[in-house]
Protein backbone atom coordinates (compact mmCIF):
# COMPACT_ATOMS: atom_id res chain seq x y z
CA UNK A 1 0.00 0.00 0.00
CA UNK A 2 2.76 2.33 0.82
CA UNK A 3 4.44 1.42 -2.54
CA UNK A 4 1.17 1.89 -4.40
CA UNK A 5 0.35 5.13 -2.40
CA UNK A 6 3.84 6.76 -3.07
CA UNK A 7 4.04 5.99 -6.80
CA UNK A 8 0.20 7.62 -7.42
CA UNK A 9 1.97 10.94 -6.31
CA UNK A 10 4.48 10.37 -9.32
CA UNK A 11 2.56 11.90 -12.61
CA UNK A 12 1.13 14.95 -10.27
CA UNK A 13 4.55 15.46 -8.87
CA UNK A 14 6.26 15.65 -12.16
CA UNK A 15 3.46 18.35 -13.43
CA UNK A 16 4.81 20.33 -10.95
CA UNK A 17 8.44 20.44 -13.04
CA UNK A 18 9.28 23.57 -14.81
CA UNK A 19 7.92 24.10 -18.44
CA UNK A 20 10.39 23.45 -21.33
CA UNK A 21 12.82 25.80 -22.26
CA UNK A 22 15.86 26.08 -25.15
CA UNK A 23 18.16 25.80 -22.09
CA UNK A 24 20.40 23.05 -21.05
CA UNK A 25 18.74 19.59 -20.92
CA UNK A 26 18.87 18.83 -17.00
CA UNK A 27 16.37 20.73 -14.81
CA UNK A 28 18.06 23.94 -13.61
CA UNK A 29 16.44 24.07 -9.94
CA UNK A 30 16.68 21.97 -7.56
CA UNK A 31 13.11 21.64 -6.92
CA UNK A 32 12.89 20.09 -10.60
CA UNK A 33 16.35 17.84 -9.72
CA UNK A 34 14.78 16.12 -6.75
CA UNK A 35 11.22 15.69 -8.20
CA UNK A 36 12.52 14.02 -10.65
CA UNK A 37 15.11 11.82 -8.49
CA UNK A 38 11.85 10.92 -6.19
CA UNK A 39 10.67 9.44 -9.34
CA UNK A 40 13.70 7.72 -9.99
CA UNK A 41 13.73 6.46 -6.83
CA UNK A 42 10.21 5.47 -7.25
CA UNK A 43 10.66 3.73 -10.38
CA UNK A 44 12.95 2.08 -9.35
CA UNK A 45 11.60 0.51 -6.36
CA UNK A 46 8.59 -0.69 -8.97
CA UNK A 47 10.87 -2.11 -11.05
CA UNK A 48 12.75 -4.50 -8.42
CA UNK A 49 8.54 -5.14 -6.88
CA UNK A 50 7.66 -6.09 -11.08
CA UNK A 51 10.51 -8.15 -11.92
CA UNK A 52 10.75 -9.75 -8.37
CA UNK A 53 7.06 -10.76 -9.31
CA UNK A 54 7.78 -12.30 -12.33
CA UNK A 55 10.62 -14.04 -11.32
CA UNK A 56 8.57 -15.75 -8.23
CA UNK A 57 5.95 -16.37 -9.66
CA UNK A 58 5.22 -16.89 -13.39
CA UNK A 59 6.09 -21.01 -13.09
CA UNK A 60 3.28 -21.28 -10.12
CA UNK A 61 0.78 -19.17 -12.44
CA UNK A 62 1.12 -20.72 -15.64
CA UNK A 63 1.10 -24.20 -13.94
CA UNK A 64 -2.66 -23.27 -12.41
CA UNK A 65 -3.58 -22.49 -15.86
CA UNK A 66 -2.76 -25.88 -17.00
CA UNK A 67 -0.24 -25.15 -19.39
CA UNK A 68 2.34 -27.55 -20.42
CA UNK A 69 5.90 -27.79 -18.78
CA UNK A 70 6.96 -26.83 -22.35
CA UNK A 71 5.30 -23.43 -22.50
CA UNK A 72 6.31 -22.61 -19.14
CA UNK A 73 10.13 -23.65 -20.04
CA UNK A 74 9.79 -21.96 -23.62
CA UNK A 75 8.13 -18.73 -22.16
CA UNK A 76 11.57 -17.95 -19.17
CA UNK A 77 13.76 -18.87 -22.52
CA UNK A 78 12.20 -16.34 -24.38
CA UNK A 79 12.18 -14.04 -21.60
CA UNK A 80 15.63 -14.00 -20.96
CA UNK A 81 16.72 -14.67 -25.03
CA UNK A 82 14.90 -10.81 -25.47
CA UNK A 83 16.45 -9.23 -22.52
CA UNK A 84 19.37 -9.09 -24.18
CA UNK A 85 17.59 -7.57 -27.37
CA UNK A 86 16.20 -5.09 -25.33
CA UNK A 87 19.64 -3.71 -24.32
CA UNK A 88 18.69 -1.29 -27.17
CA UNK A 89 16.03 0.40 -25.06
CA UNK A 90 19.57 1.14 -23.36
CA UNK A 91 21.21 3.21 -25.99
CA UNK A 92 21.98 7.07 -24.57
CA UNK A 93 19.32 10.11 -25.32
CA UNK A 94 15.86 11.18 -23.64
CA UNK A 95 16.43 8.49 -20.54
CA UNK A 96 13.12 10.02 -18.87
CA UNK A 97 10.93 8.86 -22.14
CA UNK A 98 12.73 5.84 -23.01
CA UNK A 99 11.79 5.00 -19.07
CA UNK A 100 8.43 6.14 -20.31
CA UNK A 101 8.10 3.61 -22.68
CA UNK A 102 9.69 0.79 -20.75
CA UNK A 103 6.99 0.81 -17.97
CA UNK A 104 4.50 1.30 -20.55
CA UNK A 105 5.41 -2.55 -21.83
CA UNK A 106 5.66 -3.60 -18.66
CA UNK A 107 1.76 -2.59 -18.32
CA UNK A 108 1.38 -4.27 -21.71
CA UNK A 109 2.51 -7.36 -20.66
CA UNK A 110 0.69 -8.13 -17.18
CA UNK A 111 -2.37 -6.57 -18.80
CA UNK A 112 -2.18 -9.51 -21.32
CA UNK A 113 -1.03 -12.22 -18.30
CA UNK A 114 -4.46 -10.99 -16.71
CA UNK A 115 -6.99 -10.40 -19.46
CA UNK A 116 -6.56 -12.71 -22.01
CA UNK A 117 -6.60 -16.17 -22.73
CA UNK A 118 -3.51 -17.96 -20.90
CA UNK A 119 -3.00 -19.77 -24.29
CA UNK A 120 0.33 -20.53 -25.24
CA UNK A 121 0.49 -17.84 -27.82
CA UNK A 122 -0.68 -15.02 -25.61
CA UNK A 123 2.08 -16.75 -22.78
CA UNK A 124 4.83 -16.17 -24.96
CA UNK A 125 4.06 -13.10 -26.13
CA UNK A 126 3.75 -11.66 -23.06
CA UNK A 127 7.31 -13.00 -21.84
CA UNK A 128 9.24 -11.97 -24.82
CA UNK A 129 7.53 -7.80 -24.39
CA UNK A 130 8.36 -8.04 -20.95
CA UNK A 131 11.31 -9.74 -21.89
CA UNK A 132 12.37 -6.71 -23.98
CA UNK A 133 11.83 -4.34 -20.57
CA UNK A 134 13.37 -6.85 -18.43
CA UNK A 135 16.58 -5.00 -16.84
CA UNK A 136 16.32 -2.04 -19.18
CA UNK A 137 14.89 0.93 -16.06
CA UNK A 138 17.85 0.60 -13.71
CA UNK A 139 20.60 1.39 -16.57
CA UNK A 140 18.26 4.39 -17.83
CA UNK A 141 17.88 5.34 -14.48
CA UNK A 142 21.80 6.10 -14.20
CA UNK A 143 21.89 7.90 -16.78
CA UNK A 144 19.11 10.33 -16.27
CA UNK A 145 20.53 11.07 -12.85
CA UNK A 146 23.97 11.58 -14.78
CA UNK A 147 21.99 14.13 -16.53
CA UNK A 148 20.71 15.71 -13.92
CA UNK A 149 23.73 15.88 -11.38
CA UNK A 150 26.59 14.65 -13.39
CA UNK A 151 29.04 11.83 -13.32
CA UNK A 152 31.13 13.06 -9.79
CA UNK A 153 27.60 11.63 -7.54
CA UNK A 154 27.09 8.19 -9.72
CA UNK A 155 28.43 6.09 -7.55
CA UNK A 156 25.75 7.48 -4.74
CA UNK A 157 22.84 7.83 -6.68
CA UNK A 158 23.04 3.87 -8.13
CA UNK A 159 23.34 3.20 -4.42
CA UNK A 160 20.52 4.96 -3.33
CA UNK A 161 18.82 3.28 -7.18
CA UNK A 162 19.81 -0.26 -6.01
CA UNK A 163 18.81 -0.33 -2.68
CA UNK A 164 14.94 0.54 -3.69
CA UNK A 165 15.19 -1.83 -6.50
CA UNK A 166 16.00 -4.44 -3.88
CA UNK A 167 13.40 -2.96 -1.39
CA UNK A 168 10.71 -3.42 -4.19
CA UNK A 169 11.66 -6.56 -4.92
CA UNK A 170 11.94 -8.27 -1.02
CA UNK A 171 8.10 -6.55 -1.04
CA UNK A 172 7.18 -8.36 -4.20
CA UNK A 173 7.81 -11.92 -2.27
CA UNK A 174 6.04 -10.75 0.52
CA UNK A 175 2.90 -9.25 -0.84
CA UNK A 176 2.93 -12.64 -3.75
CA UNK A 177 2.53 -15.04 -0.69
CA UNK A 178 0.17 -13.03 0.92
CA UNK A 179 -2.25 -12.36 -1.96
CA UNK A 180 -1.91 -16.30 -2.63
CA UNK A 181 -2.50 -17.11 0.50
CA UNK A 182 -5.84 -14.79 0.66
CA UNK A 183 -7.16 -15.37 -2.49
CA UNK A 184 -5.32 -18.79 -4.11
CA UNK A 185 -3.85 -17.19 -7.40
CA UNK A 186 -1.75 -14.09 -7.54
CA UNK A 187 -4.46 -12.07 -9.98
CA UNK A 188 -3.75 -9.08 -6.73
CA UNK A 189 -0.95 -9.09 -7.30
CA UNK A 190 -0.26 -8.93 -11.04
CA UNK A 191 -3.08 -5.91 -11.15
CA UNK A 192 -0.95 -4.22 -8.62
CA UNK A 193 2.10 -4.43 -10.83
CA UNK A 194 0.01 -3.27 -13.65
CA UNK A 195 -1.24 -0.06 -12.03
CA UNK A 196 2.40 0.87 -10.85
CA UNK A 197 3.68 0.30 -14.29
CA UNK A 198 0.88 2.10 -16.25
CA UNK A 199 1.66 5.00 -13.16
CA UNK A 200 5.04 4.84 -13.65
CA UNK A 201 4.74 5.39 -17.81
CA UNK A 202 2.88 8.69 -17.04
CA UNK A 203 4.46 10.14 -14.67
CA UNK A 204 8.09 9.52 -16.64
CA UNK A 205 6.36 11.05 -20.14
CA UNK A 206 5.19 14.12 -17.78
CA UNK A 207 8.85 14.32 -16.20
CA UNK A 208 10.33 14.29 -19.86
CA UNK A 209 8.00 16.60 -20.99
CA UNK A 210 8.77 19.01 -17.86
CA UNK A 211 12.63 18.96 -17.68
CA UNK A 212 12.89 19.05 -21.48
CA UNK A 213 15.34 15.96 -21.28
CA UNK A 214 15.43 15.57 -25.38
CA UNK A 215 18.51 17.15 -27.11
Request: charge should be neutral.
Amino acid sequence: LALAAGVALVAPLALLLPPPSGHPPAPETLKGRSLILAILVAGAAVSGFQTGLFSATLGVTLSDHGLAVEVIVTALLLLNLFNVAGAALTVTGAPLRRLSLVFLLRAIAFAALLWLPLTPVVVLGAASVAGLVWFAALPLAIAAISELYGTRSIGFMTGILVCGWQAGAYAAVLFAVDTYGWWGNYDRAFESAFGLALALALGYAAAHRGSHQTR
